[in-house]
């Protein structure tokens, strides 16, 4: 029966404006819309599941859209009076059951024309306020951007009721913002960003505010301290849920995050780039395992200020090449240090007598001298 009743009044609707009465068909709309009601409600206090009650009050809302966006497309349709409007039945719906009203249905075109006739003095106030506010001139641009495309009609960009829910909040609340003080930047840009404002104007506005602030740093390791600052600060802001200026796209603690998160990994990697030409790899004639062996021996022996063994690791790999391998991984360093033989070992010892020998020729030429001709009476005898 009440499907019946809403292909009715669709039916009835097709005749405005070519019935030649009107006034019979306001009246029809009329007692077939109080009909329409009476079944709502029975429907709404009936014994039915509520899961089985959503999926027919969603049916419902699509029946009232199509006519709605229907009579809009009518150019020879106007429709003056709010009890012969097909939002008269949506706002019903809206009102009486809204536990079963799908906010994330798209508003028909007629629904949005309709709150920015109502919020149109709020925007007014809002733009005055704006124009006069202590805030850069980007971030007023990215705001203008959005109130701009909220207050065109056209298909391209449809809203869900929810997400014009959410435009009337953020008017309401910027208008009740202190933007004329010092840290109006920061008053503006802590609401939106508390409010996943995700309009891609405002995310822009953040990449390119983080981007200025980062020239102020020349070290690139001073860059990437303060992005990581930056991405900590973002993740520490509440995700917040089902409110949005645009539900389709991700949150805009996400697309932030995610940004900076790039922007680490590649400032990350020109830092890495930049050492590898400024301090080239030292080629030793050394294998990867003779080289642990040494740093094993340096290690026991103190020579390091650290007992971080893994930076110590990374600085050889970082700074050295074996005999062998051009590349040499903080890993393959550890292993060999570990797993040390007789043979690696021997042949880091003939090395270390070598440099013992070299040292005595060089720096104790007396006791060189002695040793020899002790030696030679020696085998004299």
């Given at each position: 029966m009440l499907k019946d009743e809403l292909h009715d009044i669709e039916k009835l609707f097709s005749t405005w404006g070519n019935s030649g009465n009107d006034i019979i068909v306001?009246?029809?709309?009329?007692?077939?819309?109080?009909?329409?009601?009476?079944?709502?409600?029975m429907m709404a206090f009936s014994e039915i599941s509520d899961k089985s009650l959503r999926r027919y009050f969603y049916y419902q809302l699509e029946g009232i859209l199509k006519i709605s966006d229907t009579l809009f497309n009518m150019a020879d349709i106007e429709l003056s009076k709010k009890t012969t409007d097909p939002l008269f039945l949506l706002d019903h719906l809206k009102q009486y059951f809204p536990n079963y009203f799908n906010n994330d249905a798209m508003a028909p075109i007629a629904y949005h024309q309709r709150s920015i006739e109502q919020w149109s003095e709020d925007v007014r106030l809002l733009k005055s306020k704006l124009k006069k506010a202590q805030i850069s001139a980007e971030l007023k641009t990215s705001v203008c951007k959005w109130v701009e495309e909220l207050n065109e009609i056209n298909y391209s960009r449809r809203y869900s009721f929810r997400e014009i829910s959410y435009s009337k909040y953020i008017i309401e609340q910027m208008l009740l913002i202190d933007i004329f003080s010092d840290k109006a930047d920061n008053n503006l840009i802590s609401f939106l960003?508390?409010?996943?404002?995700?309009?891609?104007?405002?995310?822009v506005y953040?990449?390119?505010?983080?981007r200025k602030e980062l020239e102020a740093f020349i070290c690139l390791d001073d860059k990437i301290n303060y992005l990581h600052n930056q991405k900590a600060t973002v993740a520490s802001v509440p995700e917040v849920k089902h409110i949005a200026y645009n539900i389709s796209w991700p949150s805009l603690k996400i697309m932030l995050g995610d940004w900076l998160q790039?922007?680490?990994l590649l400032t990350e990697k020109s830092l890495s780039k930049r050492s590898e030409v400024a301090i080239p790899k030292i080629p030793l004639e050394l294998s990867v395992a003779h080289l642990s062996c040494l740093i094993r021996l340096l290690f026991e022996e103190s020579v390091f200020a650290t007992q971080n063994l893994q930076f110590i690791f990374k600085g050889f790999a970082g700074?050295?090449?074996?005999k062998r391998q051009a590349v040499i991984s903080p890993g393959s360093l550890s292993k060999e240090f570990y797993s040390i033989d007789q043979h690696t070992a021997a042949r880091v010892r003939d090395l270390l007598q070598r440099m013992v020998l070299r040292i005595n020729r060089n720096f104790f030429p007396m006791a060189v001298a002695i040793n020899a001709t002790v030696l030679s009476y020696l085998n004299m005898r």
């Open positions: 306001e009246s029809t709309f009329q007692s077939k819309s109080q009909r329409l009601f009476e079944g709502w409600k960003s508390s409010a996943n404002f995700n309009h891609l104007a405002f995310l953040r990449q390119n505010k983080i790039e922007e680490i700074h050295y090449q074996s």
